[in-house]
């Protein structure tokens, strides 16, 4: 089992930074993906970055310009830069184990950011 949790959110005003972390705990050696997403009430689920456990990482266009990933071990990394009031969302990090039919994902209780102009 892998265990989530996310920290680093808060208030921010516009054209802040943040950066958030989730920390796996448990059998963080069978993670073979960490994506960060976030969700608004109401709206879909946004996948902004994913990370292989290796060091090959994708971060989604609308996002690549001012958002960044990074891990280190069990820590999986966040930095959002010049915050917009569009940006107010619960970010919740997953972690992917096994493949294929076995795959599962495990989610994080999320951490919530939120911008004001």
């Known amino acids: 089992q892998v265990q989530l949790v996310e920290s680093g959110g808060g208030l921010v005003q516009d054209g802040g930074s943040l950066r958030l972390s989730c920390v796996a705990t448990g059998s963080i050696d069978k993670i073979n993906h960490w994506t960060w997403h976030r969700q608004v009430p109401g709206k879909e689920r946004e996948e902004i970055a994913t990370m292989d456990d290796g060091v090959r990482k994708y971060v989604a266009r609308s996002f690549r310009d001012r958002f960044a990933i990074s891990r280190d071990k069990n820590t999986f990394v966040l930095e959002l830069n010049r915050l917009k009031s569009g940006d107010t969302a619960m970010y919740c990090c997953?972690?992917?184990?096994?493949?294929?039919?076995?795959?599962?994902?495990?989610w994080g209780p999320g951490t919530q950011v939120t911008v004001s102009s």
């Open positions: 997953r972690a992917t184990t096994g493949w294929a039919s076995a795959e599962y994902a495990h």
